[in-house]
């Protein structure tokens, strides 16, 4: 794999900043009902749009390594491709994904800002 994306930093609501290491490893610990579980969702759904509706996080910073080409040869090498004759480009399928390929180049892109 050429391509990779981790977390960089996690700005929580009250501005304490978790740096987070590319190769490390984050464990979230606590009492029932303080939060795990709502950190995580709000992590995911962070990764996938922004979002200023979040509770526990303010924002993150996403920090990648590889180009948009080499994101969408990685995902070439763990899909099925899909040719539309109505689209130019292909779309990857896999197990609970269908990626078309100018919106993986466009999330990378994305993710970047």
């Known amino acids: 794999m050429n ?3 981790w977390i960089k930093t996690i700005t929580m609501n009250d501005d304490q900043i978790i ?3 590319k190769n490390g490893i984050h464990i979230f610990v606590g009492s029932n009902n303080v939060g795990k579980s709502r950190m995580l969702n709000e992590l ?3 990764c996938r749009r922004k ?3 979040n ?3 303010k924002e993150i910073s996403i920090e990648q390594e590889g180009s948009e080409d080499d994101v ?3 995902i070439r090498n763990f899909s099925q491709i899909k040719i539309n004759n109505s689209s130019p480009l292909p779309t990857y399928i896999g197990f609970q994904y269908s990626l078309y390929e100018e919106s993986i180049k466009y999330d990378w892109r994305d993710a970047q800002t």
Do not use: F, K, M
């Open 3 to 5: 391509s990779r994306a």
């Open 19 to 21: 740096n987070c290491n």
């Open 44 to 46: 995911e759904q962070l």
């Open 51 to 53: 979002n200023d509706t």
């Open 55 to 57: 509770i526990i996080i």
């Open 72 to 74: 969408v040869n990685d």
